[in-house]
Every structure is written in structure tokens, then in C-alpha cells.
């Protein structure tokens, strides 16, 4: 495809984006206002997703231990659960660690714990790290299955871990049905407006059909003019959010009770983001350019 050819098409595609500069606009706030509440749920989704994976880890798994077992035995039992699918770490604490730390986090005077020393009445751990939270109850119900092997008991939050599971679930869900639903809207309208300038232009169509032109010579600026609405579509939100995320979360963290929540970093986020709103907005034109020009464009 030669560079003159390429420069006509993109100049047709706005000189016909000026023409029709009013269903233009209201295509191109369509895509926008789609695109603006799918890129909400995606950051929503993102911060779910990280909540969920963060009070994951701290929920964690924890296998007490027989108080008769060996070292051998330990290390045995430690090999056989790093052997478990989606196990990433296996930690060991001892009795005498297990209590040093509840006196931390408890906060507690020396005193109080006085004497526990020699008759310490905690037991030794192993505290296993696993990919995801939702691996939980299954990895839960294979470490107990070795209670022959100096397994004492098994700790683990099922119900916590189930509603952290369902809120994950039920936001990626929410965000896939807004994408289809909206991804349909947008295309309609984009549909509607390239068959605007399509009627408008059906004299000079014909005439460039007698003249030879191909098929794709003309359908080639109804579709980049799809495209162009659909980037300018996907950018305008994209600017919007990209602003207004940090001024969202610190309004958030301002709040005393909610300063223990963390969040993941905005470029962590736009870095996906950005791409994927810009691709969208381009499928979305590109969609409903080709939908119309190939119903009403009688070539």
C-alpha cells in the first residue's frame, strides 16, 4: 500500500469525523462513557484481587505439630507438603519462637509470661505459604490426610477464605458481562454513524465504482474512521482515571479506619491498563465500522 494512498484514507477518515461532527461526538462519548466504567471495574478488580491475595497471606495455613516428633520426622513432613501443588513455602516455628511472638504482638509484660519458659504450653509449627487463597481448604485437606506422620492439627480460615474467593470471583464476572454488554452498545452507535456517512457519500461511492476503484479503496476510511472514534474513545477515560486514581485512594486512606488496606500502585495498574482500554476502543470501532460498511455499503 503506497504512502499517498495510506495519507488519503486517514484524510478522509476526518474529514468525514468533521462532517458528521455530532454523531462523531456522541459515538465518540459512547465509547468513552463504556470504556470509562469498564476501566472502573478493571481498577476495581485489581485492588480486589490484591486485597484478596494480601489478607490471603496473612490468613494463612498453619499445620501444628505432634509434640513427640523428630527432627527426621519434621524435615520428612516439611519434603512431603513442598510436594503439594501450589505450596510455595514451608515455614518451621518452634515452640519457644511461637511464644516470644505472642508476647510481641500481644504486647504483653515479660512478667505475665513469666515461668512458660520451662512448661511452654504452645505447640511447634509449620506455617505454609500457598499461590492463592482459593487453594486453601484443598491444600487444608491433603496436609491432614498425614496425621500419621506427626500432623497434630490444621489451622485454617474456610470461611473467610470462601467470601474473599466470591468477592474476587464476583467482581472479574461483573467486569467480563460490562465489557460484552457495553462493547455492544458502542457498536451500535458506531454502526449508526458510519451508515450516516455512508448514505451521505453514496453518490460519490458509485461514482468511484465506475471509475474502478476497489472494494477496500473505499471501505478502508469508514474503517479508520471507526478506529480513530474508537481511540479517541478509549484515551478520553483512560486520562480521566489515570488522574483521578491517586486522589481516589488517598481520600480512602484518609479515613483512620480504612488506613490499613493496601492498594497496588497506579503504574502497576495503568501499565495494563492503558493498553487495554486503547485496544478495546480500536476493537469497538473497528467492529462497528466493519459491521456497518458491509450491511449498507453496496460495493
Keep these: 500500500m503506497r504512502i499517498r494512498t495510506i495519507k488519503y484514507y486517514i484524510r478522509e477518515a476526518f474529514k468525514s469525523i468533521v462532517m458528521n461532527r455530532l454523531m462523531s461526538v456522541a459515538s465518540i462519548f459512547t ?6 466504567i469498564v476501566s472502573v471495574f478493571f481498577i476495581l478488580g485489581s485492588h480486589v484481587s490484591f486485597l484478596v491475595q494480601q489478607m490471603g497471606d496473612t490468613l494463612g495455613l498453619v499445620v501444628f505439630l505432634e509434640e513427640d516428633i523428630t527432627q527426621l520426622q519434621r524435615q520428612r513432613l516439611e519434603m512431603r507438603i513442598r510436594e503439594i501443588p501450589n505450596v510455595t513455602g514451608v515455614t518451621y516455628v518452634s515452640n519457644v519462637d511461637a511464644l516470644i511472638e505472642l508476647q510481641e504482638n500481644m504486647d504483653l509484660n515479660p512478667s505475665v509470661l513469666a515461668g512458660l519458659e520451662e512448661n511452654n504450653p504452645l505447640r511447634s509449627s509449620l506455617v505454609i505459604e500457598i499461590t492463592d487463597v482459593t487453594h486453601q481448604e484443598r491444600v487444608a485437606s491433603t496436609i491432614a490426610a498425614f496425621e500419621d506422620q506427626g500432623v497434630g ?13 466470591t468477592v474476587s470471583n464476583v467482581v472479574q464476572i461483573v467486569s467480563l458481562v460490562l465489557v460484552f454488554i457495553l462493547g455492544i452498545v458502542a457498536i451500535v452507535i458506531i454502526t449508526n454513524t ?5 448514505n451521505a457519500r453514496r453518490t460519490e461511492i458509485n461514482i468511484m465504482k465506475y471509475v474502478g476503484a476497489t472494494d477496500w479503496f473505499i471501505r478502508w476510511p469508514f474503517i479508520i474512521e471507526g478506529v ?5 474513545g478509549g484515551a478520553i477515560p483512560t486520562l480521566i482515571t489515570f488522574f483521578g486514581h491517586d486522589h481516589v485512594i488517598g481520600t480512602i486512606t484518609a479515613i483512620p479506619e480504612l ?9 502497576e495498574i495503568f501499565t495494563q491498563l492503558i493498553p487495554f482500554a486503547l485496544v478495546l476502543g480500536a476493537a469497538i470501532g473497528t467492529i462497528g465500522s466493519g459491521v456497518s460498511v458491509r450491511k449498507h455499503l453496496k460495493v
Excluded at 159 to 165: D, K, P
Aim: proline letters at 3%.
Design 153 to 165: 492439627g490444621v489451622r485454617q480460615d474456610v470461611e473467610l477464605a470462601r467470601i474473599l474467593t
Design 259 to 267: 488506613q490499613f488496606l493496601a492498594f497496588v500502585p497506579r503504574y
Design 228 to 232: 480513530l472514534i474508537g481511540l479517541i
Design 194 to 198: 458510519i451508515n450516516i456517512t455512508v
Design 31 to 36: 465509547v468513552a462513557s463504556c470504556i470509562f
